[in-house]
Every structure is written in structure tokens, then in C-alpha cells.
């Protein structure tokens, strides 16, 4: 199960599974498999799922497709998603859909993907490990401090690139693991790791 976190900026809103309503984000709120999330300009929200943290950029549209013990599954139609992912259990899977392709995480690391709001490219990069994206008959491992867009379903139309500097969106997501790192939690989580 996912929960949204304890941070939600701006307007962030709620589409439970099935239904067509939406309403404002509360924070701690327990999310399943089903569950829709929109965070509006200038918003940000971010989810936790177990080991991992899933940030919202503004103007981010997410699906949790498929979500439990072994399975993080989300679909981002548009947006951005800033993922930190600290540890991973053996038969584990995180993956993220776009319009174009899916990204899939095996590996503790810091990766971001963005979709532009026509679904026409989707970007991503991995600030720290490796990620793989699979689009129709072909796939592409992505090491870190490495980026790429891709404009089609077939990976074959795409740019390549070194990551930029960070943006005002890194910066709150860094801010952020730096903050979970020093919580008890954290401790807690790491001396759990060693037994």
C-alpha cells in the first residue's frame, strides 16, 4: 500500500479507484491500486511506498495501476515524478508507464521522468544507478548521470543528453530524502536493513 506523505503543497487532488469524483489530497492518506492523483500548478505532493518516495511535480497527472508488497506499478500520463528509491527486495518491481514507454527501476537510486501534456515525448534520467525503459521491440539501459526523450513507442526517435543542473523541483526533492535520511524513521529503517 502506498500513502501520501506527509507533505502536499498547493492543490493536489484525490480520484479514489472507480469513482469519477475528485477531491482535495489528505495527507496520510492510504492509496491503492486504482487510485488517481493530480497536482495542480505550483503543487507538489509526495508518496511513500515502503522503501521509496514518489514526488509529484505541478501539473502531474499518476495512476497507481498496480501497487503491494513486491509491486510499485504507477502510470504517468503527464507531469513530472521525482522517484528515490532506497532499498529493493529481492523480486522487486517499480516500474512507470507513459504514453510511450515503461521505465523500470531494479535498483536503489534517485531517477525523475516527465511526460509533456500532449503525451507526445516522455524524458527520462537517472540522477544515481541504472534504469531500463522498454517501448514496442526494443529497450535501452539508462546509466546514471545520463538522460534521454524519446518521441515514439518504438524508442527509435530520441535525444540523448547529459543531466542539467538541478531545478527548483530536484532542489524540494533532495530536501526532501535529506530529511527522511535524518529521521528516526530512517534509523530505524537502516538498522532493520542490518539484521
Do not use: H, K
Request: charged fraction near 25%.
Amino acid at each position: 500500500m502506498a500513502r501520501l506523505a506527509a507533505y502536499v503543497s498547493g492543490a493536489v487532488s484525490f480520484s479514489p479507484a472507480g469513482e469519477n469524483d475528485w477531491v482535495r489530497a489528505s495527507v496520510n492518506r492510504p492509496l491503492i491500486t486504482g487510485d488517481r492523483l493530480w497536482s495542480d500548478a505550483s503543487a507538489l505532493g509526495e508518496l511513500q511506498m515502503g522503501a521509496a518516495a514518489i514526488r509529484l511535480g505541478s501539473r502531474t497527472s499518476m495512476t497507481l495501476l498496480n501497487v503491494d508488497d513486491r509491486t510499485a506499478q504507477v502510470q504517468l500520463t503527464q507531469g513530472t515524478l521525482n522517484l528515490r528509491i532506497w532499498r529493493f527486495e529481492r523480486n522487486q518491481v517499480f516500474d512507470v508507464d507513459t504514453p510511450n514507454l515503461a521505465y523500470s527501476i531494479r535498483s536503489p537510486g534517485s531517477y525523475r521522468i516527465e511526460v509533456d501534456p500532449r503525451g507526445d515525448s516522455t524524458i527520462v534520467m537517472v540522477r544515481s544507478s541504472q534504469a531500463e525503459v522498454f517501448g514496442e521491440g526494443r529497450a535501452f539501459v539508462i546509466e546514471a548521470g545520463r538522460g534521454f526523450e524519446f518521441f515514439d513507442s518504438g524508442l527509435r526517435d530520441y535525444d540523448s543528453f547529459a543531466l542539467a543542473p538541478a531545478d527548483d523541483f530536484d532542489r524540494w526533492a533532495s530536501a526532501r530524502d535529506r530529511r527522511w535520511e535524518n529521521s528516526v524513521s530512517a534509523r530505524s529503517f537502516r538498522a532493520t536493513c542490518r539484521l
